[in-house]
């Protein structure tokens, strides 16, 4: 079954419309990102990730963008899929420390 | 492609009962993690473990938490009287350096506490 939350902020786009994911971080002294894409009773997937000295990075059909300024964080998918169809986590992880703190994600439906 | 493997994939224990979660990391990796997921509710850090050790925890993983890596593949979270709080999906995680290094996730082991 579903193994996250009922009260998730949604997006939904058209099969084949260019999806754009948003993520407010919280410590502006995070200095590594993490896109995860978690489908239904799995565990979370990377994605792409990006470090603060850098504001995008491209992947196949993915790119992140990061704001450090307004502590920021967007995933752009291409020609998005059915398959793309999950719930999306960004994660950060705060110098000297073994942890991530991960937002609260966002559904994204594919509609055909 | 190397992956993070967690049995069971699905427990159902009676409050109070001893659980042990069990995890393979990626083999290479040195650094391991376990996270857990409240159904609704954020992935939330528990605990991470180096070089045979806790190196970091989280307010959540209290007296009731223990990790234990007993042999040279697997890795294992032990709750040691489950609450009916402690029902969530829990992720095993491991990465190959420390921070800013990405972790990897397994499927999960789905626990209910009745």
């Known amino acids: 079954g579903e193994s996250v939350g009922l009260h998730l902020p949604t997006l939904s786009v058209q099969e084949g419309d260019n999806s754009i994911i948003n993520c407010a971080y919280s410590n502006s002294a995070s200095d590594y990102f993490i896109w995860y894409k978690q489908e239904s009773g799995k565990g979370p997937q990377f994605i792409i990730d990006?470090?603060?000295?850098?504001d995008k990075r491209q992947g196949q059909r993915v790119t992140v963008l990061l704001n450090k300024t307004v502590k920021h964080l967007s995933l752009q998918i291409a020609a998005t899929q059915p398959g793309d169809s999950a719930v999306y986590f960004c994660a950060e992880n705060e110098p000297g420390t073994y942890k991530y703190i991960f937002g609260t994600g966002t559904r994204l439906k594919v509609l055909a | 492609e190397p992956e993070v493997t967690q049995t069971p994939s699905h427990q159902v224990t009676q409050m109070g009962q001893e659980v042990i979660l069990r995890c393979v990391p990626i083999?290479?990796?040195?650094?391991f993690y376990w996270y857990r997921q409240i159904l609704g509710q954020k992935v939330e850090f528990l605990v991470s473990?180096?070089?045979?050790?806790?190196?970091?925890k989280s307010e959540i993983f209290d007296d009731q938490f223990s990790v234990e890596r007993p042999d040279g593949s697997n890795f294992t979270l032990k709750i040691r009287s489950t609450k009916l709080e402690d029902s969530a999906m829990y992720f095993c995680?491991?990465?190959?350096?420390?921070?800013?290094?990405?972790?990897?996730f397994g499927e999960g082991s789905w626990l209910t506490v009745v």
């Open positions: 990006i470090r603060s000295n850098m």
């Open positions: 995680a491991s990465s190959a350096g420390r921070s800013g290094n990405t972790i990897y």
């Open positions: 083999s290479n990796h040195l650094y």
């Open positions: 473990f180096y070089n045979n050790e806790i190196s970091e």
